[in-house]
């Protein structure tokens, strides 16, 4: 049980200044607090009973100190019904969350025609985030069953830009650039000695901890800071980047009904803020589980496109188009690892790279009349990969895939889509007229087609180095409709509607999320089991030998299940997960005052 309390604020001041000059001044503020009642929060009514089994609202709801008795019967620990994902009886403890997120923002935007043939636009813009993080939790009154992930952070973004939309004759070029500053909030994080085992095992605490926490204290960053000042350089300083990102664009007209267009720019954004200062610290066990990086810079995208439109009949307008995207300094994660085996977390870094190319090509016609709408069509080709180690140690590896490389970018292999937007539309006065309304007018009816081919995924038995993305889940083919009539009505104005989500009633496969498998060994079983084409090899005799009836060849695509034809299919154990959004109908009025 959460509760949130959410406040936003705004205020924006347009002023023109002369006949060609005017700006717009905003400020924003928001400010989210959370709050969890602590304590038990649990009906223990009996709301069910499936044979001897009572169950009451579980898993919903929490106990400070967990009980396994219903009724004064004491079930076991896990519980778990015929098809159905075991229930935890006595799991326990407290959850303490109180986050506040402040944002204030403000954004001043000056604009001016400078001459015929320029016009001019410049700007500011400054976010001040304030992160609040007291949120921990506890299992029992043992306090080394405690995670902590106490935080306060103030942060903040510094942006300036400069744009100029030259005009010559038809030819229009937009020049900028856009200088952003990253200040990521000052002090000090602990990337000084990343396998030092004292700091990062198990800390020696009692119950008193949970006073410490509560005040919104870090215990763990007590402890840190006062070794910090014994072994000056465990805490390094946070990092702050400054970034310049240029920008163009250039179109101009090939004949009076087709024009050819270039854009070219650079583009950042900060990484998730959870994947630079949130941390998971528990006071046993493990210790230290994830460690975020401050010093994350935020990713850089270059984006090239170049096109042609072309009004090929009446208000129809065809565009082609291709592109290409490259994405550096992605946040991903790497993992700390030390010899002895005691240390063993997570930690963030610019460590991923994506390489996407296309094509794209859209018809639409938008002229409000009868038919209206668009086809788009994206044949998209995409590599990512690591640009470094996921693993590192504390000893040199001598081991060239291990010790230096990671080696697992991906495949380029295409991920064609379309998406089709198609509105029938009849004109207001068409039909006879009742009560002031045209009976065959004003009605809208809109089809929303969609198609993607399946994400890729890999499927390695032999455990073959740079061996990725060779099966692909199911593809996704979806269609919905929606139907309003518009309607007034003694001065009202209303509208009828009627909208169908998966108007076919299309099995949507979602094999590719993974809920369907009850763990990673009943996916496995599961893909050896189909016949595929990539089992017809002789490397895979030794596993056919050792799982009689497993890694057989055949056509069998992944998705396909156990029927008739294919008996030898071993389904996912919760095939109630396999597929997902049935049709859905919901039909109402609205009224606008």
């Known amino acids: 049980m959460l509760d949130q309390t959410t406040l936003m604020q705004g205020l924006t001041i347009n002023h023109v200044l002369s006949k060609r000059t005017f700006y717009e001044l905003s400020f924003s503020y928001l400010h989210i607090y959370d709050h969890s009642p602590i304590g038990d929060n649990r009906d223990s009514t009996v709301i069910a009973q499936f044979g001897l089994f009572l169950l009451n609202e579980i898993p919903y709801g929490k106990l400070q100190f967990g009980s396994r008795a219903i009724r004064g019967i004491t079930y076991p620990i896990y519980v778990a019904l015929p098809g159905l994902p ?19 923002r403000v954004k001043f935007d000056l604009s001016s025609q400078v001459d015929d043939n320029n016009f001019v636009k410049g700007g500011f813009e400054y976010n001040y985030i304030d992160l609040n993080h007291n949120f921990w939790e506890k299992w029992n009154n043992n306090a080394y069953n405690t995670y902590e992930f106490n935080f306060h952070r103030w942060l903040s973004q510094t942006a300036l830009y400069l744009q100029d939309q030259i005009n010559y004759n038809e030819i229009v070029a937009n020049i900028g650039v856009r200088f ?61 980047f400054f970034a310049v990102s240029p920008r163009i664009g250039v179109s101009f007209p090939i004949t009076t009904e087709s024009k050819f267009y270039f854009n070219y720019g650079h583009f950042r954004s900060n990484p998730p803020y959870y994947t630079m200062y949130q941390y998971r610290y528990r006071y046993d066990k493990n210790g230290l589980y994830d460690m975020s990086n401050p010093n994350l810079e935020p990713p850089r995208t270059i984006s090239y496109e170049l096109g042609v439109a072309y009004n090929f009949y009446e208000n129809y307008i065809l565009q082609i188009s291709g592109y290409s995207k490259d994405v550096t300094g992605e946040a991903g994660t790497v993992t700390y690892k030390n010899a002895a085996g005691t240390l063993n977390y997570t930690n963030r870094a610019n460590n991923q790279y994506q390489d996407i190319q296309g094509i794209e090509i859209n018809i639409s016609k938008n002229d409000y009349s009868w038919i209206s709408g668009w086809i788009n069509f994206n044949y998209m080709l995409k590599k990512n990969g690591l640009s470094g180690r996921s693993l590192i140690t504390d000893l040199t590896i001598n081991n060239d895939q291990e010790g230096l490389y990671a080696g697992n970018e991906t495949k380029t292999l295409p991920q064609p889509q379309v998406n089709a937007n198609i509105t029938f539309k009849t004109p207001s006065d068409w039909g006879p007229e009742f009560l002031g309304n045209n009976l065959l007018g004003n009605w809208n009816i809109t089809f929303f087609a969609s198609y993607s081919a399946g994400d890729y995924f890999t499927w390695n038995p032999l455990g073959k180095l740079h061996y990725t993305n060779n099966l692909q889940w199911p593809d996704y083919y979806m269609l919905d409709m929606k139907i309003t009539k518009a309607i007034k009505v003694g001065g009202i104005s209303a509208s009828i509607y009627l909208d169908v989500s998966n108007l076919l009633n299309i099995k949507v496969n979602q094999l590719n999320q993974g809920y369907a498998f009850y763990d990673a060994n009943d996916r496995s079983k599961y893909l050896a089991s189909l016949h595929l084409p990539m089992y017809d090899s002789p490397e895979y005799d030794d596993l056919r030998a050792k799982n009689p009836g497993s890694y057989i060849a055949g056509n069998d695509k992944v998705g396909d299940l156990r029927s008739n034809d294919k008996p030898y299919i071993d389904d996912p154990n919760y095939p109630f997960w396999i597929f997902k959004s049935p049709r859905d109908i919901w039909f109402g009025i609205r009224i606008d005052f």
Do not use: C
Not at 86 to 104: N, P, R
Not at 183 to 209: A, C, H, I
């Open 180 to 240: 952003d500053y990253y200040y990521n909030g000052g002090g000090k994080w602990p990337t000084g000695d990343p396998f030092n085992e004292s700091m990062f095992r198990p800390q020696k605490v009692d119950t008193s901890l949970y006073r410490y926490l509560s005040s919104g204290k870090s215990y763990i960053w007590d402890i840190w800071e006062a070794y910090d000042r014994d072994h000056p350089g465990f805490l390094q300083p946070i990092k702050n």
């Open 86 to 104: 075991f229930s935890y009886m006595s799991k326990e403890g407290d959850l303490y969350d109180k986050i506040k997120v402040t944002q204030a």
